[in-house]
């Protein structure tokens, strides 16, 4: 019986590190480090923006994000849905499957355009721009309870988008894109001390973030026209600093992690990423050109909101105001662990043992999301990795009080990770480079012929031109470092070489071909610019000028009656002609450069068609009949 049991029980075993074990190596929810929603779905990505999963398939119009970092829930909004307005997303490690449930219920005609989370008082905060309202919720409390206000803008008609929780001071802040009276603001998580920090140059700001590292706040400000702005500031609103301006773009929210900004476009359905300023870090002496922004993923239908893991709980344990957030909120999750009451097996006591083993390092294991919080220093999913391990190239790595690796470089070496080498590229022609241990200045030990601070001089060739104008004038001066290289080239004509300390330039000793020839070509440019530039003036002139076409006016006479038929006429130039008579002026038809209907006089016709017809016909003779010189006719 106790063999029986024995075996039992390793088969129990055995299942549990293959179920239990293998799910949090693989299927652990820490292999995302990004969430962004489109339209009808939410996609997790990793860190080189590659999707590994998607959820909310069931929801048609997803816009804003929050995350729980601490319990690993995600909160989103969907604004078509009929009886909820803001729901939590769970991802299930065991089963890859996600769990969705309803966190706060729909009041009315809701428009959710931002959505951030307290971990502490576990609360929702969210901003409604058709209502000019700031709401908050306990996700404790039943989803059917109704939200409370806590900012109400609309006596003063304002819009708030963005939402960002400090759970560190516990302030909330929020942008106002109000038109023509847009502001950045904040107020206390308690209701009170509300104030403007941001007012001046702002248009349309839109998502707001709060960086903890650094102790700023990131907006992204919609310009007028085709541009947009990525500012920065302190809490406060001091210090304000323009980090990116672009264009064509149409920027909805933001995310933040160590050391980038990320934000999504709605104009390109894109997420792009610009690196952080390092405001904490120590400058480096290396000349680096001013980054753009890339784009790291697009889609085909609209993206709008993105969140990233931060890591807030490993980074921030140290921090003078986070250290005591962090320890009540891994106290709440330490007291929940530990409220079970229920008897547990041999087999569920294994299990536990097995959970704490998974993860290394000393890290706390969290059952209820399946993921570990690691300790300062370490990252992964099982925090195997130390954060200094192949980190600095040429130098010794230590772990800040923030969390992050710093390297104390060598003497010849700098950067942040120590991968540069200080006399790299310094030193020219092939020159040997020195570092003075105490003051660390470089210095460059030239070959023979070179000189200069990094040997760019080249003694040679600055000489040779001086001993090839000697070759033609044997007194002339050359400068004392160019005697013996003038001897060594072995002067054919035996001319003494006479040194001179105050080196002249040579061009001031004879004509330089190379020079006569530029400034014969700028001459002979210059000269043909200038007739062309006349003949297009005189051109120009005349046809400003030039005398107008003179305008032919020419009065026919018609009468009404018609004569009788002469002897002359034919049945084919028969016509009737009228007695009474009335005046018809001719003048546009024959003044045009080309008349598409030939302008024949009538008279001329009548003269000469009895000519025409007891001859042969004639082209020339139809020419005379056209109308020129239509005064004379009629004088004659």
């Known amino acids: 019986m ?10 129990a075993v055995l299942f549990i590190v293959l179920n239990i074990c293998s799910p949090l190596a693989d299927a652990s929810p820490i292999a995302w480090d990004f969430a962004v929603t489109l339209r009808d779905k939410i996609l997790f990505v990793d860190n080189r923006w590659r999707t590994i999963g998607s959820a909310a398939h069931e929801f048609e119009e997803l816009s804003a994000l929050a995350f729980d970092e601490a319990e690993e829930l995600i909160y989103f909004n969907d604004q078509q849905h009929q009886n909820g307005s803001i729901f939590s997303l769970r991802r299930d490690a065991t089963v890859a499957s996600h769990i969705v449930e309803q966190a706060v219920q729909r009041t009315g005609n809701d428009s959710v355009s931002g959505l951030a989370y307290d971990p502490l008082n576990r609360n929702l905060f969210w901003a409604d721009m058709r209502q000019s309202k700031i709401y908050f919720a306990s996700i404790d409390t039943l989803y059917t309870e109704p939200p409370k206000v806590l900012v109400d803008l609309s006596a003063e008609g304002g819009r708030p988008d963005g939402v960002a929780v400090d759970i560190c001071r516990r302030q909330l802040y929020w942008t106002n894109c109000k038109i ?3 502001t ?19 248009d349309m700001p839109r998502g707001i973030v709060i960086d903890q590292l650094s102790d700023r706040i990131f907006w992204i400000d919609d310009k007028v026209g085709i541009f947009f702005a990525l500012e920065s500031a302190r809490l406060d609103g001091s210090d304000r600093q323009l980090v990116l301006k672009d264009k064509h773009q149409s920027p909805i929210q933001l995310a933040i992690t160590e050391d980038t900004i990320y934000w999504t476009d709605k104009a390109d359905k894109a997420v792009w990423s610009y690196p952080k300023p390092a405001y904490n870090k120590p400058a480096t002496n290396s000349s680096e050109t001013q980054p753009q922004p890339t784009k790291l993923a697009s889609w085909k239908d609209d993206v709008y909101g993105i ?11 140290k921090d003078a105001h986070c250290a005591s957030v962090v320890r009540k909120v891994k106290q709440r999750l330490d007291n929940k662990l530990n409220n079970r009451t229920h008897e547990r097996s041999a087999v569920e006591e294994r299990m536990d043992a097995l959970e704490r083993e998974h993860c290394l ?5 969290m059952s209820r999301g399946n993921f570990c919080i690691c300790p300062v220093g370490y990252k992964g999913a099982r925090c195997e990795i130390s954060e200094c391990h192949n980190f600095c190239v040429h130098g010794t790595c230590e772990i800040s009080d923030m969390g992050y690796p710093k390297c104390y470089c060598q003497e010849d070496f700098y950067g942040e990770r120590c991968e540069y080498y200080k006399c790299n590229g310094h030193c020219l022609n092939d020159g040997h480079c020195l570092v003075d241990k105490e003051s660390g200045e470089l210095s460059c030990d030239c070959r023979e012929n070179f000189t200069g601070t990094r040997c760019e001089h080249n003694e040679t060739a600055h000489c040779a031109s001086y001993c090839q104008h000697l070759k033609q004038h044997p007194d002339a001066f050359v400068p004392a470092s160019c005697v013996d290289i003038c001897e060594e080239l072995h002067l054919s004509n035996g001319t003494i070489v006479t040194e001179y300390q105050a080196a002249a330039p040579l061009c001031a000793d004879g004509p330089s071909s190379l020079r006569s020839g530029s400034v014969i070509i700028v001459l002979v440019v210059g000269i043909v610019s200038s007739l062309a530039l006349v003949a297009v003036i005189v051109h120009g002139l005349r046809l400003i000028y030039k005398p107008k076409r003179p305008r032919i006016k020419k009065t026919f006479v018609v009468r009404k009656q018609a004569r009788l038929n002469s002897a002359s006429d034919t049945p084919l130039t028969n016509r009737p002609l009228a007695t009474e008579q009335c005046e018809i002026t001719i003048e546009n038809c024959c003044n045009m450069n080309i008349c598409e209907t030939p302008c024949f006089d009538p008279k001329l016709v009548e003269q000469q068609f009895a000519a025409r017809d007891r001859k042969s016909p004639c082209v020339k003779e139809d020419k005379k009949i056209l109308i020129h010189n239509m005064e004379d006719d009629l004088l004659t």
């Open 2 to 11: 106790k063999l029986c049991t024995s075996q039992q029980f390793g088969v």
């Open 180 to 182: 023509n009276h847009a």
């Open 307 to 317: 969140v990233a893991r931060t890591g807030f709980y490993q980074h921030l344990q």
């Open 184 to 202: 950045v603001e904040r107020i206390g998580l308690n209701g009170t001390g509300r104030e403007t920090i941001i007012k001046q140059d702002i």
């Open 361 to 365: 390092n000393g890290a706390s294991y």
